[in-house]
């Protein structure tokens, strides 16, 4: 759980122990929500709101033109050195920082023009150029952004020079952009039963890699980085989630565009800047620190709560009631195991009470979700309420959103009026809801390096988001399904993502896509992982995890297996990839130590002296990737071949440590073009990966995709072709049918096949 900075949490928790011991009894006994935020609200203080304001102050957005300088100049040194991805990033820092109209603004677009241009990207470059002028590029310098300019007219004039693919507006690895709402797919139901809730069965056999569900996110928000601003400049070496994606649209992009009135939110084009203004940027920009201060799921449950609105919040209070009751353990009989009909992807119709509306936009999807309040500890719950009521009484140093202003004729506009604390009520229940149904959306991340001719890729979190369909998506620890995201700014004429009356002209959302990864038969209930998986974590570990983040005991078929006495997988479990050094059999744990498995070699070796095995392997694994960072490869090459072999006398090929060090190796060996001995060192890596995540695995996957990148640049068509399809299949299994990864697998087998 994302909880508020560290500094507040501590504050707040001094709070709690301070209280007398019938405030806190008192408290303990709230369980309706709303009550629970006014007295929040009741008990904050001067010394707490002035507390949070010194907290916050160290997350500062203020534009700052001295740091817009400075990432300039570290732009200019990255540029001169023909580095124009980090140039262009280094100049989006500067043009975030800069105030609007300002000589300095317009410096860091027209030099953000020129790295544009040299990565080809000659219509951001031009929409750049025109930035830098507006803003009042000096008049003695406007000679070369207008050779600039013709030299970018003269390139896009040329039909066989197409500018594609450009850094907007791009989606998410390994999906492509689809303009529709949230579907399910025929022989899919959605039904209930009093021991898990809603839940959705597969109503007919499905085969693996068929798409069974797209969801559309209601809200999400984009994870920021850690950094305060406190940081000096030296520390700024690397570019986050902020630096890269848009905060609208979570589009990659060079060529961001920032808001006018604060240094962090940034947009990749005119259009999500607006979008995000109208929508609530300008509601959260005044308390943009504050919401850095909170985390993310503070900022995406206040998010939440602006887009729903007073009217639509008051609308579904009156008839969540009866839907609430079915996720409880106790209901009436009549609903025990029918299907619950939702209208998925529909729209809501004007006569609907819209209980059984489930599609991005629809908020009785969200508000239903439960709340879990009596299965937060209280000092949890006394965090969130006095978080949730620091952040009302900080919005109200502004104007009311006119989505939350007073229904009532006699309240008066443009005042925050008594009744407008339903806001402040509503972004609590989301926040508690978010413990158990907050999303991370992830991509795969190409590492860029030079000189790599083999993708070297990381999956990594770029936003938090809800799901109104996806969340009723039940738990497995080794799940039948996997997901992939769609994100972009697409046009929506119609107006079909929204409830509302009337058309909108655009739509800026995210989607989620779940295929089958296992062949589903018809009855079998289509499962989620909600992050501790089988493959990954140990079974006690995984159940520790699930009851404290999500308040449930797992009972997947994964945990029984794993848990079921005398199993052959529990005894592997136990000691997973080690070996005895004597005789090389497999060990086994006794208690604080492993003994051999060959009752006649009688070899142990003790728990601690394992780990300090292990994390001495680790470090020299680590030091290995920090010099391959500098271009060491020799010397890196020295110490994985060393690890290699320390690993090789205690660790069996399918050990996780195994596959990354072999892993690390043939990255060395690509990287200075020795094709055929990466392939050997990555199918070892294979090995590995195969035994850890299985057979199915999208991880599997990836790592087929490197090794026929491998065979195709050392030339051998037959180990290539052969690996082609087998990476073919996983990819398609995981990630459908465009994502780019597919694409280039398209390219190698068909120049291949013209050698043959």
């Given amino acids: 759980m994302d909880l508020p900075c560290p500094e507040w949490v501590r504050h707040v928790e001094q709070k709690w122990t301070e209280m007398r011991s019938e405030g806190t009894e008192g408290f303990c006994l709230l369980t309706d929500i709303d009550a629970i935020f006014s007295h929040g609200l009741s008990i904050l203080g001067p010394e707490d709101l002035n507390t949070f304001c010194r907290i916050s102050e160290k ?6 033109p001295e740091r817009a300088s400075e990432f300039r100049q570290q732009g200019n040194l990255s540029f001169k050195v023909k580095d124009y991805t980090v140039a262009a990033l280094y100049y989006s820092k500067g043009v975030c920082n800069a105030d609007k109209n300002t000589e300095e603004l317009s410096l860091c677009y027209a030099n953000r023009s020129a790295a544009l241009f040299y990565h080809g990207l000659y219509r951001e470059c031009l929409q750049d150029i025109q930035r830098s002028m507006e803003a009042g590029y000096p008049s003695h310098l406007q000679d070369k952004l207008r050779t600039r300019q013709a030299a970018c007219l003269n390139r896009l004039r040329k039909p066989e020079k197409s500018n594609t693919p450009t850094t907007n507006h791009q989606t998410l690895p390994c999906q492509k952009s689809r303009n529709s709402t949230t579907c399910i797919s025929h022989g899919v139901s959605v039904n209930f039963s009093p021991e898990k809730g809603r839940h959705i069965l597969a109503t007919e056999n499905k085969p693996a890699g068929e798409v069974v569900l797209e969801d559309e996110a209601f809200c999400y928000v984009l994870i920021p980085s850690n950094k305060l601003n406190t940081e000096t400049k030296k520390e700024e070496k690397t570019f986050d989630t902020e630096d890269r994606h848009c905060h609208h649209c979570l589009s990659q992009s060079l060529s961001f565009v920032p808001c006018a009135n604060c240094s962090y939110s940034r947009y990749c084009g005119e259009s999500c800047q607006k979008d995000a203004w109208e929508r609530w940027h300008q509601w959260e920009c005044p308390i943009g620190a504050d919401l850095l201060a909170i985390g993310v799921l503070g900022h995406l449950a206040l998010r939440v709560a602006l887009k729903a609105g007073q009217n639509e919040v008051q609308r579904v209070k009156k008839n969540a009631s009866d839907l609430s009751q079915e996720d409880h353990v106790t209901c009436s009989s009549d609903k025990s195991d029918s299907p619950v009909k939702l209208s998925l992807g529909g729209h809501c119709r004007e006569d609907s009470d819209h209980t059984d509306c489930y599609h991005g936009n629809s908020y009785m ?9 009596a299965q937060h500890s209280p000092g949890s719950r006394f965090l969130l309420a006095i978080t949730m009521a620091v952040l009302y009484r900080r919005l109200q140093g502004g104007p009311p959103p006119d989505i939350w202003a007073s229904c009532k004729d006699e309240g008066v506009s443009g005042l925050w009026q008594p009744e407008m604390s339903m806001l402040g009520a509503t972004a609590l229940r989301h926040m508690m809801q978010l413990r158990c149904n907050a999303q991370a959306l992830t991509a795969v991340r190409v590492k860029e390096v030079s000189g790599m001719a083999v993708q070297s890729s990381s999956e990594i979190r770029i936003a938090t988001a809800i799901f109104p369909v996806l969340s009723l998506l039940n738990h497995s620890c080794s799940p039948n399904t996997s997901i992939s995201f769609t994100a972009g700014f697409q046009n929506d004429p119609l107006g079909q993502f929204g409830c509302s009356e009337g058309p909108e002209s655009s739509h800026c959302g995210v989607t989620v896509t779940v295929r089958a990864s296992k062949h589903l038969t018809a009855g079998q209930e289509i499962l989620h992982c909600y992050g501790p ?13 699930l009851l404290e983040q999500y308040f449930f005991h797992c009972n997947c078929q994964a945990c029984h297996t794993d848990l079921s006495e005398g199993s052959q997988n529990a005894k ?20 604080d130590r492993y003994m051999c498995s060959l009752p006649s070699c009688g070899h142990q070796i003790t728990s601690a002296d394992v780990q300090n095995r292990l994390q001495g392997l680790q470090c020299l694994l680590d030091e290995a990737f920090q010099l391959m960072e500098r271009d060491r490869l020799d010397k890196a090459r020295k110490i994985l071949k060393s690890a290699t072999s320390q690993a090789n006398s205690i660790l069996t090929e399918t050990h996780p440590l195994q596959g990354e060090l072999a892993d690390a190796t043939a990255r060395v060996y690509a990287t200075t073009g020795e094709w055929i001995l990466a392939a050997s060192h990555l199918k070892r890596s294979i090995v590995a990966v195969r035994a850890q995540f299985g057979e199915d695995s999208i991880e599997l996957g990836r790592q ?3 090794l026929a990148q491998l065979h195709f640049n050392a030339g051998d068509c037959g180990g290539a072709l052969s690996v082609i399809p087998r990476a073919h299949r996983l990819l398609s299994l995981h990630c459908g049918p465009h994502c780019e990864e597919l694409q280039e697998l398209h390219e190698m087998e068909r120049c291949l096949q013209g050698l043959l």
Avoid: D, W
Wanted: hydrophobic fraction near 25%.
């Fill in 365 to 373: 999807g969200i508000y239903s979700l439960l709340p879990h309040v």
């Fill in 572 to 591: 592997e479990n136990a000691t997973p990839g080690l070996k005895c050094v004597k005789c090389e059999k497999p060990l086994q744990s006794r208690m």
């Fill in 59 to 64: 997350y500062s957005v203020k534009k700052s």
């Fill in 533 to 545: 998986h089988c493959s990954r974590m140990e079974v006690k570990e995984r159940q520790r995890h």
């Fill in 704 to 706: 087929l995709f490197k």
